[in-house]
């Protein structure tokens, strides 16, 4: 097969949730143990850090890659989902798997995994890891892809866990309350390994503590040890200031990225104390300790790859997207549009059936035009309905069938001084990254 054989392959024959939504969620890890029997157990061969959450896992997980690979390591990095190319989930310091081992790998091996009908994410989790395997990585981060108790990555023992935050979010698969919530994300707390909490809530932080009391995991709560003394967004970047690492620019521009960061720094104090960071032993030299630290924010989409964190695709107009896709996110979103300063704003906006739309919709600013519209996937939402949805929010704007209709009419309609954003699906997302750039 080729390569874009094999894609369609992948993403036609196997169950895959991205796409089908709740159809294509197994529940369990008994395909996940056998294909990790079957490659020799490849997880073992690597250090690893894993990350859940419902929102910010995946700029955590591409800074702290960004970071580690300063430091030296050789670094593997698991993401998803993909916005333009497979390739991207799986890569190494930055660089995407190779097609000819996405190939090889699935001819040479389906014989073995057919039998067993793994969905699409159990078969891209096993592949990950015999890569980062056969490649001799120091070091893998590794992102949830949902939940986490029974996400197929859950078979790692990593030397340290990260949960960014919990909101409401596949609650027709994870559970109707934080508490719920917060419960399946804790299943990645393992024996012994510390956990660092991002953000919790008086409904999440019992159920986190009584789940590393219970495996004896030393806990970590972020906002009990602020690293991030202030932040500012200036010309699109963040700027903090920091308690251990001086000041940092952040190629992430998005102000929930302040969240983040406080994280990700917390996380690295953790990785510092078990000597796992370069250029820490002194804590007095602020300076030299925080180089990696610094590169790692500044430098982050180029050392990792990232797309699509309020990423800014031209100047004139100035038009930008961004992948969040839920209420949490766009409550965060929904500040930052309305600190943009432009004659007209314009917003192409789509979703999937299973988020909470009305409740996105209702943050979105009412005095923009809009681009209502229908990403490539089987979950997204008519545009005509999210038309009518926000004609009822007194939000005034036309329906397109595709991405690339919506964003076409946007970039029309726009002058120099105008603003455009793409966003309120990772879907949308990609298909503009894939048919407009």
Same mark, same amino acid.
């Given at each position: 097969?080729? /390569? %874009?054989?094999?894609?369609?392959?992948?993403?036609?024959?196997?169950?895959?949730?991205?796409?089908?939504?709740?159809?294509? /969620?197994?529940?369990?890890?008994?395909?996940?143990?056998?294909?990790?029997?079957?490659?020799?157990? #490849?997880?073992? =061969?690597?250090?690893?850090?894993?990350?859940?959450?419902? @929102?910010?896992?995946?700029?955590?997980?591409?800074?702290?890659?960004?970071?580690?690979?300063?430091?030296?390591?050789?670094?593997?990095?698991?993401?998803?989902?993909?916005?333009?190319?497979?390739?991207?989930?799986?890569?190494? @310091?930055?660089?995407?798997?190779?097609?000819?081992?996405?190939?090889?790998?699935?001819?040479?091996?389906?014989?073995?995994?057919?039998?067993?009908? %793994?969905?699409?994410?159990?078969?891209?989790?096993?592949?990950?890891?015999? /890569?980062?395997?056969?490649?001799?990585?120091?070091?893998?981060?590794?992102?949830?892809?949902?939940?986490?108790?029974?996400?197929?990555?859950?078979?790692?023992?990593?030397?340290?866990?990260?949960?960014?935050?919990?909101?409401?979010?596949?609650?027709?698969?994870?559970?109707?309350?934080? !508490? =719920?919530?917060?419960? !399946?994300?804790?299943?990645?707390?393992?024996?012994? &390994?510390?956990?660092?909490?991002?953000?919790?809530?008086?409904?999440?932080? #019992?159920?986190?503590?009584?789940?590393?009391?219970?495996?004896?995991?030393?806990?970590?709560?972020?906002?009990?040890?602020?690293?991030?003394?202030?932040?500012?967004?200036?010309?699109?970047?963040?700027?903090?200031?920091?308690?251990?690492?001086?000041?940092?620019?952040? $190629?992430?521009?998005?102000?929930?990225?302040?969240?983040?960061?406080?994280?990700?720094?917390?996380?690295?104090?953790?990785?510092?104390?078990?000597?796992?960071?370069?250029?820490?032993?002194?804590?007095?030299?602020? $300076?030299?300790?925080?180089?990696?630290?610094?590169?790692?924010?500044?430098?982050?989409?180029?050392?990792?790859?990232?797309?699509?964190?309020?990423?800014?695709?031209?100047?004139? %107009?100035?038009?930008?997207?961004?992948?969040?896709? @839920? &209420?949490?996110?766009? $409550?965060?979103?929904?500040? =930052?549009?309305?600190?943009?300063?432009?004659?007209?704003?314009?917003?192409?906006?789509?979703?999937?059936?299973?988020?909470?739309?009305?409740?996105?919709?209702?943050?979105?600013?009412?005095?923009?035009?809009?681009?209502?519209?229908?990403?490539?996937?089987?979950?997204?939402?008519?545009?005509?309905?999210?038309?009518?949805?926000?004609?009822?929010?007194?939000?005034?704007? +036309?329906?397109?069938?595709? &991405?690339?209709?919506?964003? +076409?009419?946007?970039?029309?309609?726009?002058?120099?001084?105008?603003?455009?954003?793409?966003?309120?699906?990772?879907?949308?997302?990609?298909?503009?990254?894939?048919?407009?750039?």
């Amino acid at each position: 097969m080729t /390569y %874009p054989e094999t894609c369609e392959y992948l993403f036609s024959q196997l169950p895959m949730f991205e796409k089908q939504g709740v159809s294509g /969620y197994k529940e369990g890890l008994d395909n996940t143990k056998a294909l990790d029997e079957h490659f020799g157990h #490849p997880h073992r =061969q690597f250090r690893s850090i894993h990350i859940a959450g419902t @929102n910010g896992k995946g700029s955590c997980a591409h800074t702290l890659a960004a970071i580690l690979q300063a430091c030296g390591y050789k670094v593997g990095l698991y993401t998803s989902p993909h916005l333009v190319d497979f390739c991207e989930r799986i890569r190494i @310091n930055g660089q995407p798997i190779a097609e000819k081992y996405v190939v090889d790998f699935v001819e040479n091996e389906k014989h073995f995994f057919e039998p067993l009908a %793994p969905t699409f994410f159990e078969l891209t989790t096993a592949m990950a890891f015999k /890569y980062f395997s056969d490649m001799k990585v120091d070091i893998a981060v590794i992102e949830v892809g949902l939940g986490g108790r029974l996400d197929c990555t859950n078979i790692i023992t990593p030397i340290l866990s990260v949960i960014t935050n919990i909101s409401l979010d596949h609650t027709q698969l994870l559970g109707n309350s934080l !508490e =719920q919530i917060a419960m !399946e994300k804790a299943g990645i707390i393992k024996k012994g &390994v510390p956990v660092v909490i991002g953000e919790a809530t008086v409904e999440t932080r #019992p159920v986190f503590e009584a789940v590393a009391t219970e495996t004896g995991a030393p806990i970590t709560f972020a906002e009990d040890h602020p690293e991030v003394m202030d932040a500012e967004l200036i010309s699109g970047k963040m700027h903090y200031r920091t308690r251990h690492y001086g000041k940092l620019q952040g $190629e992430l521009g998005g102000l929930y990225q302040q969240k983040n960061a406080n994280t990700i720094l917390c996380a690295v104090r953790k990785l510092e104390e078990r000597g796992y960071m370069y250029r820490f032993a002194d804590d007095s030299k602020s $300076e030299s300790k925080g180089q990696e630290v610094s590169m790692g924010f500044k430098d982050v989409c180029q050392l990792t790859g990232l797309k699509g964190r309020w990423q800014v695709i031209k100047n004139s %107009p100035m038009t930008v997207c961004d992948t969040g896709h @839920n &209420v949490a996110g766009w $409550e965060f979103l929904n500040r =930052q549009l309305a600190q943009v300063e432009c004659r007209k704003m314009h917003i192409v906006f789509g979703a999937v059936e299973d988020k909470d739309v009305d409740g996105m919709m209702a943050l979105l600013p009412k005095n923009a035009i809009y681009y209502f519209t229908k990403a490539n996937n089987h979950r997204a939402i008519s545009e005509n309905v999210l038309k009518m949805l926000g004609q009822q929010l007194g939000l005034s704007g +036309e329906s397109y069938p595709t &991405v690339a209709d919506a964003y +076409e009419s946007a970039s029309n309609a726009a002058q120099k001084d105008d603003f455009v954003f793409i966003g309120g699906s990772s879907y949308v997302v990609a298909d503009f990254l894939k048919n407009c750039i």
